[in-house]
């Protein structure tokens, strides 16, 4: 079962296409599920101005793609780079554990668009952001939380 904000980010989501002028995009996707989650973001003096995704997956992905949206938008890409699944998993009240990886995709896709980031100013991202090794297979690095 699906909590009330679950079901309202993927009715109503927030942030959604393309975004035109992203100076930070990043794409990641589940080879078990399918689901592709492409994050864009305008980033100015280090602050995440404006974010939007182009998710292609259940509503689950749809729910977490949009919330991961919300709790980065408008702060310091440091912070941003701190956004855990879990963290957006807390912001809409739970997900069933079959569907906690859509959270850890969010996760991923967030990063990817700030890893690369740092790689147009020429910045290693692995040395603030770590390894950003996905393969697709959320189980084999964030089993069943």
Do not use: W
């Amino acid at each position: 079962m699906y909590s009330e904000k679950v079901m309202d980010h993927f009715t109503n989501p927030r942030n959604v296409g393309a975004l035109e002028g992203a100076n930070a995009i990043g794409e990641v996707g589940n080879l078990k599920c399918g689901d592709i989650m492409k994050i864009f973001m305008k980033i100015e003096n280090d602050i995440i101005v404006d974010v939007s995704f182009q998710t292609f997956g259940c509503g689950a992905a749809v729910a977490t793609s949009s919330m991961a949206t919300e709790l980065i938008k408008g702060k310091h890409i440091d912070e941003a780079a701190q956004l855990t699944n879990k963290a957006v998993v807390e912001a809409l009240d739970g997900l069933p554990a079959v569907k906690v990886h859509c959270s850890v995709l969010a996760e991923q896709a967030v990063k990817a668009a700030l890893a690369s980031y740092y790689e147009s100013k020429g910045i290693d991202p692995v040395s603030i952001l770590g390894e950003l090794s996905c393969d697709g297979d959320c189980d084999h690095c964030h089993p069943q939380e």
